[in-house]
């Protein structure tokens, strides 16, 4: 149960920062943790997650919500985004595979090294990883600006109902912090990799 409440694309958690401008304070409420494939939510703090199942095209329960709260404004995004995120996740598997067996294909047989020589495996290798980099990065991008603009209205939407409106509060979860820093990583082999191409291509 940690990850489902620790980690998520967008929540709504309670607060007054919005309904109480001059201050703020701790409160008890529900919660609502997003995700690309579906949604976790509890009633309280201390309360229990009830989650979605996972789906490409996901249906998010939002009745732990108060009924005031803006609901329609947490959309799931297209189909398209899951599907473009599990072909980047392939890709770079794949690319992460090959990446490491032609890195240390002089620690193989001769026939491997032989194999893993051949400028037409490197030069797939290296282009699986720039496509899968490409997708990836993209369709996240694409679900930062989603979600952003979800967090946006969803608070917007609660401030103009004064402080009558729901003690909620809509945030982009820390899902996207940890994507760049591991974009970041997965940029370092993608660029080894079209190095030598371009050393093995200007020889």
């Known amino acids: 149960m940690l990850l489902q409440t620790k980690v998520a694309l967008l929540t709504v958690t309670p607060s007054t920062v919005l309904v ?7 409160v008890d409420g529900p919660s609502v943790f997003l995700g690309a494939l579906g949604s976790c939510s509890r009633a309280k703090n201390d309360a229990g997650v009830n989650c979605t199942t996972a789906s490409l095209s996901p249906v998010y329960d939002l009745s732990s919500l108060p009924p005031s709260a803006p ?3 947490l959309s799931a995004p297209p189909l398209s985004t899951p599907v473009f995120l599990g072909i980047a996740l392939a890709l770079s598997i794949i690319f992460f595979i090959t990446f ?3 890195s240390f294909r002089h620690k193989m047989g001769k026939k491997t090294t032989a194999m893993l020589d051949k400028p037409i495996v490197q030069s797939v290798s290296a282009w699986l990883g ?3 980099f490409l997708v990836g990065i993209v369709s996240f991008l694409i679900l930062r600006m989603w979600f952003g603009k979800a967090a946006d209205d969803f608070n917007q939407s609660i401030v103009l109902e004064g402080s009558a409106g729901p003690q909620l509060i809509a ?3 820390n899902t996207f912090t940890m994507v760049w820093v591991a974009y970041t990583f997965y940029g370092v082999p993608v660029v080894i990799s079209m190095a030598k191409l371009n ?3 200007s020889k």
């Open 71 to 73: 609901c329609l404004l």
């Open 171 to 173: 945030a982009v979860g």
């Open 100 to 102: 490491t067996l032609v």
């Open 20 to 26: 109480h401008s001059s201050e703020s304070h701790p």
């Open 130 to 132: 720039v496509f899968g």
């Open 199 to 201: 050393v093995k291509a």
